[in-house]
Structure formats: C-alpha cells, structure tokens
C-alpha cells in the first residue's frame, strides 16, 4: 500500500512566466489511496491535477507515474482515467457507446465490449439506461456514467476535477459515498480535486491542503481536523475560533500566550516558535465548555452576544479576547435557551483543545 | 382610447404590409420573369411570350456547349467544395484549439478573399496562373475557387465550434484517443451541421462565380456562368433562360438540403420527450 505510484518532485507552473500558480511542489501518492486536493479557487489545485493528467506542462521539476517520467507524454498515452465537472459525455453517443469508447481505444476486441459495458453499467445501477442519449439524463446519472466511463478500462489511477459541484446538496452526499465505496471496492488510486472541506473529509484518505500553490499541509482528515500544522488549515478545515497573540514561554508541549487584552492561555504548541512570537490560536467550537469545567487552566468569562439554535445542537455567539464572534457549541439546547444577550458565560477548555499555530503562509 | 389605437394601428399595418409586398416583388421579379421565357415558343427573349413549349430545354440538353459546361460546373464545385471544406475546417479547428495571440487577426487575414473585389482576385490570380501555366485548366479554376470558398467554410465551422466543449477532447484523450480518432470520432459528428453548411456555402459560391471564371477558364473550361455570359453576347437565345431556370432549382435544392441538415441538428441535440426518471 505505500509504495508511490505518483511522485512530484519540485514541479513549478508559471502561465507568464512571473507569478507562479504551483511552487516547487513535493508530492508522494500512494497506490490506491484516495487522495483530494483541497484548497480555495486559484490555490493551484487544480493546475497540479491538470498537469498530472497532460493538459498542462510543468515550467519545472518531474512528475513520474510508476518511475515513469510523464514529461511531454501526451494526454492519450498516460493511461490516467478522468471525471469532469460537467461531465463532458459525448452527447451524440448513446450511454453505452459512451462507455465502449474507451474499450475500443484500448483495443478490447467487438466479442468483449458489451458484457464489459454491462458490467459498467450495473456498478453504477444503470443498467436500464444504456440506449439513452446523456441528454435524457439527470444530473447525478450522467455523473454516474462519467464515472463508469472513467474507470471502465481500468486504469489504475483515475482523476476527478470537481466532479460533484453542479449536483445539489443531498445527491452530492449520496454521491460521495457512492465514488468512495467504488474506490474501495476497486482499489484504483483517486486524486480528487474539490474546494469542498467536507466532501475532502468524507472521502479522503489524505487531503493535501493548497494554498497560493503550495500545500500547507498533508494529512488523514483526522489529522488535518486535530492537528493542523497553521492557521490556513485551521481555518479552511471545519469551524474554528481563532484567537491572535503572543508568545510568552514554553514548557514542553505547552506554552501560555497572551492574547491582546492581557490575558493569557495554556495552549499546545505544534511548532517551535521563538519567545514573543505572533501566533494564532485555534479552538474548534465543539471544544469549548460551558459553566465550570473540571480543570483549571483557560477559563474564562465571555459576554454572551448570541444563541444560535440548530436542533440538535445550539451554538453561543461570545465576545471574548478581541473578537465578538468566538463560537461556542452546546448539545444542552435546553439551557442554551435559558440564556439572553449578554449574559456572562464561563468557558473554558483543555490545552490540548487549543493549537498555538504559526500564522498562515509563515509556516 | 381603444378606438384611436385601433384607427391609428389600421394604416399603419396596411402600409406595412403593402410596402413588404412590394420589396418583395422588387426582389423576385427578374427571376420570376425568367420562368416564362425559358418555357418560350419563339425564337426571342421577349414578352409576352408567342406560346410555351420545351424546346428550349431540350436544346439545353442537347447542346454539347451547355452539356460541357453544366459537366465543368459540377466538377469545379464538387472539387472546389471538398477542398475548401478540408482547409476550411481545419483552419477553424486549428484557431479554435490552439493556444496563441492574434486569432482574429489571423480570421481577418483568411477572410480577405470575401472582403476583396472578386475582379481584384480574379485578376490577381490570372497573372499568377500565367506565370505557372494555370490558366485555362479546370485545375486553375478549382484553386481559385476554392480561395474564394474558404473563408465561408472557416467562418461557419468558427461559428459551430463555439458551441463544441473542448473537455470533450480532454476526456477523450483520458480515455485513451490519440487525436485523429477524436477529431474523427468526436469532433467531426458534432460539428458535422456547420461543416455541410460551409461545403454547401463553398460549393454555391463555386457555381455561381462568373468573374474568375473570365479570367481564368478558357473555351474548354467554361462554367455554366460563364457559358450564358457568352450566350448573351453571342446569340441571343432563350436557352439561357432554360439554363438560369436550371440554376435556379439548383439553388433551391441546396438551400433546401441545407435547412434539412439544420433542423436534423436542432432535432437531435435537444432532449427527446420522455423525461428521465429521477435518481
């Protein structure tokens, strides 16, 4: 499972020669993982994937596919599958033509094709539909196809370029898991591309956080949610309160900050930072406690500016430190309820709970 | 108030209408009047005419000169269509892929044969020919047609391309298709209406083109064009009139082909009536 079946090794894109879109990207993939490359538009994920499948060249560095180097080997020739966005189904071919396009290209012989095509087919539950036209097709069928045609000569890495973003919420959920559980149950390795925290998070084996063209951060989800390593990831990956100071000493794996009121915080430090060092503090709101805690460090008094109510859960709008939007979640709807606008809340936290990250794009 | 409109919209369409049918009388009668003289008993371009009959049709068909041209004709614009289409399209597809600055210089440049007066290509190219041996061969005549043809095909394949999605060619790259298979398997089918369009366009221009034609074909390379302008100067027979009849059901046929392949495409590109089943 871990030998590399991809490798990058200090690929740079530059479209004008000047701002580069990727920097001197390092990069290992796994055989048969699924990896996703998560970032906001124009961190350069998407250029990485396009140069991986032969859309675009690196300006500089090697991108090798199995110890082979894909410098200037065609698009036709990599053997990579893909997804697109839109689909990009042949419209004047029917779904099974569709699916027997790439079977003909790789040289799979009349006799063979449509017991493959079938089988394509019923792994996507659509065996119904293959004398249809795309055109007749919802949404999230044609992604089916998309998908079955992609994977349908077994290739043994497939890309997918935000392959659910036109579809709406609740079949994109349905769908996710349906492409992880084909990713399982075929063992292909996936890189998928997606500007969407959560769908990185469902689908993921590793997620390679990009931003301004270099990954911040590679990781299982778990790690990047627990563990960021700064406050880019941080902030892009789920909620979090964020909380600007300094650094005052060390003790090992704890440090206190002083945020800017003078008030001070146990915290975990991820990395070595020097003394008096600017840092961000990074607590997921599901963290926070309400009332008194059992420990003792990190509790605080918060002004109440908000109850949030969401069903199974509410969520305390604070003022505290210098922001009026440090978030607190509670399942105890019922005393949530009881609260009122600025009311004083205790909260408090465990320093494990509290991340001292260096501030972004300083790591 | 309803009223007033009413009276005032009255005139107004009348006047519309009158004048449309006018313009529309302006425009057909020379053709129109082409009709009954072709169908002539007599032996002069003039009307009324003394009685119908065919014989000028059968003196169509049954003259070696009209018989010759009406070959050349064919000839020159089938040739001239395929190979106008051929340079036309590629061109298209060339500027529509390719990565580079001036493309619509480059559109401007190929396009000069339509821009410029024909008589100013048609005389260019005759002193070109003479100095390569040219003129006054059906070879010479196709080139030059088809230099006039080319910007036609160019700009109605650019015009179909715009709607063609280039992640069709990526995905058939990912899917293991060098790029002559695409083209052939991909491209050419979903741009197959524009390219009709343009090899019909091409082909027109080629059969009706007279200037060139003077210029360039000599006794044994004339066009049907080329063959009444010598009929009108020579004799002045009512066979021409027989011819332009011809020429004019020609043209009706091709706008007819055309406008069949053009709603085929509209028919197959929008969806059928039986809706998709839900996920």
């Not at chain 1, 003078?262 to 003394?275: F, H, M, Q, R």
């Not at chain 1, 606008?341 to 465990?350: K, N």
């Not at chain 2, 068909?61 to 289409?85: M, P, Q, Y």
């Not at chain 2, 280039?166 to 002559?180: C, F, I, Q, V």
Request: hydrophobic share 45%; charged share 15%.
């Amino acid at each position: 499972m871990t030998d590399a079946i991809v490798t990058f090794d200090k690929v740079t894109k530059s479209y004008d020669g000047t701002t580069q879109v990727v920097k001197s990207l390092d990069l290992e993939l796994r055989r048969g993982e699924f990896l996703t490359l998560l970032g906001p538009s124009g961190s350069g994920k998407t250029t990485t994937l396009m140069m991986l499948a032969g859309f675009e060249e690196p300006s500089s560095g090697v991108i090798t596919l199995d110890g082979r180097r894909l410098n200037n080997v065609p698009a036709h020739r990599r053997g990579i599958g893909m997804v697109f966005q839109n689909y990009a189904l042949f419209p004047h071919l029917t779904v099974a033509e569709n699916l027997a396009f790439p079977l003909q290209m790789h040289g799979k012989s009349k006799s063979e094709i449509p017991g493959l095509v079938k089988r394509a087919l019923d792994m996507v539950q659509l065996g119904h539909l293959g004398d249809r036209k795309p055109v007749q097709l919802s949404g999230g069928q044609q992604q089916r196809v998309a998908v079955a045609r992609a994977l349908i000569y077994e290739p043994q890495l497939v890309l997918m370029d935000e392959p659910l973003g036109a579809l709406d919420k609740q079949l994109r959920e349905q769908m996710q898991l349906e492409i992880k559980h084909l990713h399982e149950k075929l063992g292909v390795t996936v890189v998928y591309v997606t500007h969407d925290q959560s769908e990185a998070l469902t689908m993921s084996d590793r997620i390679a956080v990009f931003h301004h063209g270099v990954i911040q951060q590679l990781a299982t989800p778990a790690e990047l949610y627990e563990r960021p390593t700064n406050a880019f990831v941080a902030s892009f990956i789920g909620e979090n309160n964020r909380l600007d100071g300094r650094l005052v000493s060390r003790d090992g794996e704890l440090c206190r900050v002083r945020i800017s009121e003078g008030t001070e915080v146990v915290a975990k430090a991820v990395v070595d930072l020097p003394i008096d060092a600017a840092v961000v503090l990074s607590i997921r709101p599901e963290r926070v406690m309400i009332g008194d805690g059992e420990h003792g460090m990190n509790r605080y008094h918060a002004r109440l500016e908000e109850v949030i109510y969401l069903g199974d859960h509410c969520k305390l709008r604070l003022a505290f430190g210098n922001t009026e939007s440090f978030i607190a979640k509670t399942a105890d709807t019922q005393a949530a309820g009881k609260m009122t606008r600025g009311d004083s809340v205790t909260v408090s936290w465990h320093p494990a709970s509290c991340l001292a990250l260096p501030p972004a794009d300083a790591a | 108030m309803s009223t007033a409109t009413a009276t005032e919209r009255g005139p107004a369409r009348w006047m519309l209408r009158t004048t449309t049918i006018l313009i529309l009388i302006f425009l057909m009668a020379p053709i129109i009047v082409v009709f009954p003289l072709s169908f002539s008993s007599g032996e002069l371009l003039t009307l009324p005419t003394p009685g119908y009959s065919w014989r000028w049709y059968d003196d169509f068909f049954n003259s070696s000169k009209w018989l010759l041209a009406t070959r050349n004709s064919f000839i020159v614009g089938i040739a001239t269509a395929i190979i106008a289409t051929s340079i036309g399209t590629l061109a298209a597809l060339g500027i529509f892929l390719g990565k580079f600055r001036g493309k619509a210089l480059l559109v401007a440049l190929m396009s000069t044969p339509m821009v410029v007066p024909v008589v100013v290509t048609a005389a260019a190219v005759y002193f070109a020919f003479s100095l390569v041996g040219l003129n006054n061969s059906l070879a010479g005549l196709i080139i030059a047609h088809t230099v006039l043809s080319v910007p036609y095909v160019l700009i109605t394949v650019l015009a179909t391309l715009q709607t063609f999605d280039r992640n069709l060619l990526k995905a058939a790259a990912t899917l293991g298709a060098p790029p002559h298979i695409a083209f052939f398997r991909i491209v050419l089918p979903l741009i197959a209406p524009g390219v009709a369009t343009g090899a019909l366009f091409a082909f027109a221009t080629s059969f009706d083109e007279l200037v060139v034609a003077l210029f360039v074909a000599g006794p044994e390379q004339f066009t049907l064009p080329r063959q009444m302008y010598a009929g009108l100067r020579e004799f002045l027979s009512p066979t021409i009139a027989a011819a332009a009849v011809l020429l004019i059901v020609c043209s009706l046929v091709l706008l007819a082909v055309n406008e069949t392949i053009r709603t085929r495409a509209v028919a197959r590109s929008a969806p059928r009536a039986d809706p998709a089943e839900p996920n």
